[in-house]
C-alpha cells in the first residue's frame, strides 16, 4: 500500500478515494484500537469510536475548504478518538480519568470541536448499515429526491404503493434500530 502526503490524504478524504480510505484504516486503525482497549474497551467499542472519528473527520473537511491540520493526520484522528473515548466514558459513569496512552510519541493537536450531532448521525450510519439492502436503497433514492414511482420504475416493482409502504416500514425499523443502541440512550440522558 502506497504512502500519502497530508494533502493527498485530506483531497482523498474531501473525493472519498477508497485507496485513501482503505489506507486510513489499515494505517490509523490499530492505533485507535489499542487506545481504546488499553482503557477499559473491546473490539466493537474500538470500531465503533473509530467510525465517529472518521464522520468528524469528514465533516470538519467538507466544512472547511482549506482544511489543514498542524500535525500529522493520524495525531488528529487519534486526538478526535482521544476525545470521544473520554466522553463515552464520562457518560458510561466511568468517571474522569486519564487514558493510558497506546502511543507514546503522539503530539497532540486538539481538534476543532464537534457536537453531539456527530455522534447522532454516526448513530444512524450504524443503524443505516443493518437494513436490508433494499430498505437501504429505497431510502437513499428518497433522501435524494427520487419519486416514489422512480423508485419502484429503477428497483424493478410494478407498483409505487408498494415503495410507499416499504419505505414507511424502512423507516420505523431504522428508527427503531437507533432508540435500541445504548449510546443513543446515553444521549439522551446528556
Same mark, same amino acid.
Given at each position: ?16 478515494? $477508497? ?19 488499553? $482503557?477499559?474497551? #473491546? ?14 473527520? &469528514?465533516? #470538519? ?8 491540520? /498542524? ?21 458510561? /459513569?466511568? !468517571? ?11 503530539? &497532540? ?7 453531539? !450531532? ?24 428518497? #433522501?435524494? +429526491? ?9 428497483? +424493478?416493482? #410494478? ?19 437507533? /432508540? ?11
Amino acid at each position: 500500500m502506497s504512502r500519502f502526503t497530508q494533502d493527498e490524504l485530506i483531497d482523498g478524504l474531501r473525493r472519498r478515494d $477508497n485507496r485513501v480510505l482503505r489506507f486510513i484504516y489499515v494505517s490509523y486503525y490499530p492505533l485507535i484500537q489499542k487506545l481504546i482497549k488499553g $482503557n477499559s474497551g #473491546n473490539e466493537h467499542d474500538a470500531e465503533d469510536i473509530f467510525q465517529e472519528s472518521l464522520i468528524v473527520l &469528514f465533516n #470538519n473537511i467538507r466544512e472547511t475548504s482549506d482544511f489543514s491540520v /498542524k500535525s500529522d493526520l493520524q495525531t488528529y484522528v487519534y486526538s478526535i478518538a482521544r476525545l470521544l473515548w473520554l466522553k463515552k466514558l464520562r457518560r458510561d /459513569k466511568v !468517571g474522569d480519568r486519564v487514558l493510558k496512552e497506546s502511543h507514546p510519541y503522539i503530539d &497532540f493537536e486538539e481538534p476543532k470541536p464537534f457536537d453531539d !450531532g456527530d455522534l447522532r448521525y454516526a448513530l444512524y450510519q450504524k443503524a443505516f448499515l443493518d437494513l436490508p439492502a433494499d430498505c437501504q436503497q429505497i431510502l437513499r433514492m428518497t #433522501n435524494e +429526491g427520487a419519486s416514489h414511482k422512480e423508485i419502484a420504475d429503477l428497483l +424493478g416493482f #410494478n407498483s409505487d404503493n408498494y415503495i410507499k409502504k416499504r419505505k414507511h416500514y424502512c423507516k420505523e425499523f431504522l428508527v427503531a434500530r437507533i /432508540k435500541e443502541m445504548p449510546d443513543y440512550q446515553n444521549l439522551k440522558d446528556d
